[in-house]
């Protein structure tokens, strides 16, 4: 499954950038990008802040239908 992507797509329907989202997060640029390119993933506490910032389920922003 491809999580960055999904991250990817759910950031720029927020119209926010990388950059805003890693100081929304307090983390570095870097790691939003690791993640849209699925170097890396993240953890637990910033994938909940994820899905708050885009007003998301966890469920949405990880594409899992139930």
């Known amino acids: ?28 640029q870097s790691n939003i990008s690791d ?9 637990y506490e910033n994938l909940i802040a994820l899905a708050r910032l885009y007003d998301e389920t966890l469920e949405s922003l990880l594409g899992i239908q139930l």
């Open 1 to 28: 499954m491809e999580f960055g992507k999904r991250f990817r797509e759910a950031r720029i329907q927020n119209k926010l950038t990388q950059k805003q989202v890693a100081d929304k997060l307090g983390i570095e």
């Open 35 to 43: 993640w849209e390119n699925d170097i890396s993933r993240p953890e």
